[in-house]
């Protein structure tokens, strides 16, 4: 930004001396006023200024009239009107260098590129700086054969000021800006995919038994952790993650009592079938993804009831709500799942791997 | 001479009782940095932090959106030195370093209880003796300061003031270090949480440090530690555990990379055998996901009783903006393989690099054990923690 500012001072000092051996009095009144204009960021004032004494599309036109028009232009995001001036100006002033530059271009690249006046670096610039910021606003409007001029075109100018002695390096991201809107296109669409999990689940039941013969109620203690195995259907972009995902595990448990009511029994079966959509937002474009897992959840239990006892909520059929974030690496990834499932006790946790089909 | 003199001035300073603040983030390999020395003298981590992982910490991880006007990257990494300076002088590397925790302990539980403990709160220094084109090629590192009387009663009339750090380094070539003096041992992943199972298991914890040498080879390929030891020459003789660690790390590529640690002592009493696997990963920009599953020997030998523990942790590091890390701590430990209990821990949490020398740290500890004849209530600690580095 500075060294545009630099830039500009040296181009108005330039074009003022200039102005005073070629043009009348009211045209260099004209220019001064649209000088300070463009200095109070008037731009379009400074067109219709430069208009009313200048032909801006005449090659003839001095050199500081289409250059401020050109910059004014740029500043009014008319692109298209600033690239063509700048053209005009190297038509005008460095024609044959312009030609020979470009030729040696074609045939060799940029090896051994003819060196240039750094004026015409300067137009160089302006138009691939042009160039990309029309290309960045009006992609949806450009067809193929226009977006692949331009990508040409910004990419032959950058090379070209890359070997030269050319002093202001912000040329280096017109690429970048390009390519990184062009991976943006990319990265929005969505795409779908099936993928396999495993996991490490842990959970604690919630349930009580009840004595027939008064109606103590009192709950029983589970605690239950075993594999999960399952996969799921994801959708997704490199932003955003929809998937619905469930697994299904057999594990067993140990359960007890601690108060009036003895009971205790060891291996019994847990079955539990999760499935549910997970809602993942990944926060660096990339391989991470966070987000949460709403699941119904199915369980039930092979208990023991003993005679005279009833067992409440050994099935259920519930919901539950989780943190979840994943690691994807290639087509493996790693899961981890916290959090709470209604009527179950404490928390439920599962760590796990994917493999994506 | 001057030289001789001055290692024989920092070792008197250090020998009386000196400490360590561990402030090793091996996650950082969520950033490519697979080795520690890129940032630490300490080749496994911890310690005083090298000008570049002071320029790292300044402008890579920690948020940079609260620094009073407009400080590009380039002045934070300049400005990191000893209380924000440009470094004074070329020799010498001070540096003060403070953790702050929060620990309410069984929450919605009988009996919980809050309390604030300064965990650690020292001051350190690295006296630079390398020839003026590297004057990390050798180097003489201590640090002394307040820990508090371990918890678990094992030594109520322990010193409040230590150092868990001194040693001279000598990096005679780019690959190559030796290191001799008082630091902790080379085994796994040195995570921060020093109550984490991998770590008070083995025999690793906050106080756990011992007078050792330790030869460190590091390439692009890999690196390998080899780490004999003689214990803590502050302790009782017949309670020194004396043995060595060895800790290996492959590259398999710039964000992943698998190892073992092995780690063998004894002392009159005790005999320690435990080894590990671990692998560090990471995912895209700052993110990482560190595993470790190992086993653990401990025979006593006058009662001629022996018990192998298993152990696994999970770690991940999802980084959500500059500085702010979501953290999973997935935690498992069977005390005795022949034994079916075991306890489980989970502990989500979030982290922030506010500025260079200011970490938050907010964590939950969902604690679970399993046992065969009985179950037992689930408990929840809840800690916040400050970390000050200057």
Known sequence: ?357 | MKVKILILFVLVLCASSIQRSVFAYPNFIGYGYTSCTVCHYNAYGNGPLTDYGRALGASTISDDRWWFGARDLNELGQKSGFLYSEHLTKRFRPSLDYRGLLLKNNVGGDGSEQEWINMDANASLVVRLGPEADLDKLFITATMGYAPVPRNGSDPDADTYRSREYYIGYRPTKNWGIYAGFMDKIYGIRIVNHEAYSRSITGNTMNDQTHALLVHYSSEKFDLGIQPFVGNMGEEAQVRQKGFATNFEYTVSRKFRPGFSVQMSESEYLKNYAYAFHARAGFGKGNSVMAEVGQVQKSQIKREVETTSRYWMVQTHTLLSKGFFLLNTIEYLKSNIEVESKNLKWGPGIQYFVIQGLELRFDIFNSRLYNESSNSEDTWDFTGQVHLWF
């Open chain 1, 1 to 357: 930004m500075v060294l545009r500012v630099i830039a500009f001072t040296f181009f108005l000092a330039w074009t003022s001396q200039s102005f005073g051996m070629l043009i009348g009095r009211e045209e260099k009144l004209a220019f001064s006023k649209a000088k300070q204009l463009y200095k109070d960021k008037l731009y379009h004032q400074v067109i219709e200024m430069l208009s009313s004494k200048f032909q801006l599309h005449s090659d003839n036109t001095p050199s500081g009239a289409l250059t401020l028009a050109a910059y004014s232009y740029e500043k009014l995001e008319d692109y298209g009107a600033a690239i063509k001036l700048y053209y005009s100006l190297i038509k005008a002033n460095y024609k044959d260098k312009n030609s020979e530059i470009l030729q040696s271009y074609k045939t060799n690249g940029t090896d051994d590129l003819p060196e240039a006046p750094n004026k015409l670096y300067l137009y160089y610039h302006r138009i691939a700086e042009s160039m990309a910021r029309l290309y960045l606003r009006d992609y949806g409007k450009l067809n193929q054969n226009e977006k692949e001029t331009i990508r040409k075109r910004v990419s032959m100018y950058v090379e070209i000021l890359g070997e030269s002695d050319y002093d202001n390096d912000s040329y280096d991201t017109i690429n970048e800006r390009l390519e990184k809107h062009d991976k943006y296109l990319v990265d929005k669409v969505f795409h779908s995919s099936w993928f396999l999990s495993t996991s490490y689940i842990s959970y604690r039941n919630q349930l009580s038994i009840e004595r027939q013969s008064d109606g103590l109620v009192v709950p029983i203690n589970s605690t239950v952790d075993g594999i999960c195995i399952g996969g799921g259907w994801r959708y997704q972009s490199a932003f955003w993650e929809y998937n619905l995902n469930g697994c299904y595990s057999a594990a067993t448990m140990n359960v007890d009592t601690d108060s009036s009511i003895t009971y205790q029994q060891s291996g019994v079966a847990s079955t539990t079938f999760l499935f549910g959509p997970s809602v993942l937002w990944k926060p660096k474009s990339g391989d991470v993804s966070i987000g949460i897992h709403i699941p119904f959840i199915y369980n039930t239990g092979d208990y023991t009831v003993p005679a005279g006892y009833t067992i409440s909520d050994d099935t259920l059929l519930t919901y539950g709500y989780f943190l979840e974030t994943n690691w994807k690496l290639s087509s493996w990834g790693i899961f981890t799942k916290f959090g709470k499932a209604a009527q179950f006790k404490s928390s439920l946790w599962m760590v796990g791997i994917t493999l994506g089909l």
